[in-house]
């Protein structure tokens, strides 16, 4: 079944061919919400193909009373310590309280808090606010925040935690088995797209084999591709391709969890940063796809692509599908009724012919696929001849 991703980007010049980047030939499943332009430009940079559609979309709640009340409460009792989780969470905060009027009071009860901040982000956004913060992890991981907090002693003290998007039903239960008084400060939750036709392309996407890997920054935004997945059906479908041949690239530990609750094999950089995770894809995707030896070339069948000595060849699905039949089998013979399947239902012997002719053509060197007289067609792997 053909799809129309969200957003595609071809960057295969008119000739069909284009010197390749590590992800040349591969297309990339987006699904963040925030930075998807900044994800999706890091990946185009490295030769991808990019299909983007957010899982999710964040609501502020800067109109809930619950909010309201807990910041008024923050306001007259100032917390001992501050978590700062998010750095678009903390802004958002402060601008909900200016339009409570309490963002002064609570700003100057900060100043006598002790202020942790969960990356580099959420410290731009303690200092933007005119703060400054105790500790901050380089990991950017709420363990690693969580174990600090554990560390210096909490036990009577009162910590508050500003949310990020989800609860931290771990995170707090720790603090408060270790004798703190947590405050979760709920600052914006995360929810369905409104427009699901763009998510819905996506999934049909990455379920039909028109994407080679999916990137997730978020746990929200993989529990939100398998609850949109299961609301239409597809469910199945993703967690099946998810577990074969697609690949799935986290950003971290935290945002692999709901995947690894579906044993959904998941990749992941050593620091959780958007950067080192793109990086790490592409080390992996590359990596998962073999070169072979053929006619005096180097070979790299890919997704949408052929590196022939570096070189990208851009071939159609139908080439594409014969190629990839080839190359299933290296050196060894494919007769025409196994190549008709790649063609098509309203295809014959005839069109079989047609469409190795024109793969010859798109590879560049007619050697690369050898005929094999009555019986059909082959690599012609640079190995002694095996007509098997």
Known sequence: MSTVPTTLD????????????????????????????????????KGARVVSAPALRIVPISDDRRLASVSDE??????DIVVATTGIGFRGWIEACETWGVADRL??????????????????????????EEWSPNSESSAEVLDHLLAQGIRGLRVAVQLHGEPLPDFTAALRLAGAEVIEVPVYRWVEPEDTAALDRLIE???????????????????GLLA???ATGRRADLVHALRGDVLAMCVGSVTARPLVAHDIPTVRPERARVGAQIRRLAEELPARYPTLEVAGHHLQPRGHAVLVDGV??????????????LAHRPGQVLGRARLLTCLGEDADVHAVEAAIARLRTALGDPRIIRTVVKRGYRLALDAPDRDL
């Open 74 to 79: 923050l306001a007259r009792r100032p917390a």
């Open 107 to 132: 700003l100057t009860g900060m100043r006598g808090s002790r202020l942790l901040a969960r990356g580099p982000k959420a410290r731009g956004a303690l200092r933007a606010a005119g703060l400054t």
């Open 228 to 230: 949109r997945a299961h």
């Open 10 to 45: 071809d960057t295969v010049s008119a000739s069909g061919s284009t010197p390749s980047g590590p992800l040349t030939g591969f297309t990339v499943a987006v699904t963040a919400a925030r930075r998807a332009e900044e994800i999706g430009a890091l990946l185009r940079r």
């Open 312 to 325: 990208a060849r851009t071939l159609s699905p139908t080439l594409m599908r014969v190629m990839r039949a």
């Open 205 to 223: 996407t990455v379920v039909s084999g028109g994407a080679e890997a999916v990137t997730f920054t978020s746990a929200p935004a993989a529990a």
